[in-house]
């Protein structure tokens, strides 16, 4: 239980940087995919980070601070909700943070993957 708290604290401080990030950053975008992912089952188990800007999401639950890179990562792109894999290669778009997340949680690899 006590991995699970840890794991919920990480998604709390992440929403509290976005938030204080100046508005050009379209924080509340990111902020919107966020708070959804944390409604899903599956995607509130896994440890969430920023890199690059992008929210992205971590299998590794064993040590917060080492992360998989094999989970799609979420950010605005030219105002539009995008999905990618972690090298930027391959991007989704989508209209509402509803359908990234969704396409997100759809694409997480089988933890036996990892």
Not at 9 to 29: T, Y
Not at 40 to 55: A, N, T
Request: net charge negative; charged share 20%.
């Amino acid at each position: 239980m006590a991995e699970q708290e840890q794991i919920k604290a990480v998604w709390i401080s992440i929403r509290k940087r976005l938030s204080e990030q100046p508005a050009h950053f379209n924080s509340s975008k990111t902020i919107a995919m966020l708070d959804l992912c944390l409604e899903s089952d599956e995607l509130q188990l896994l440890v969430p980070y920023v890199s690059l800007g992008r929210l992205c999401l971590s299998q590794n639950t064993n040590k917060i601070g080492h992360y998989t890179y094999d989970c799609p990562c979420m950010y605005i792109n030219k105002n539009r909700y995008t999905v990618s894999t972690y090298d930027n290669l391959n991007k989704w778009f989508f209209d509402t943070p509803q359908e990234a997340v969704d396409y997100v949680r759809q694409n997480i690899p089988p933890t036996d993957a990892v």
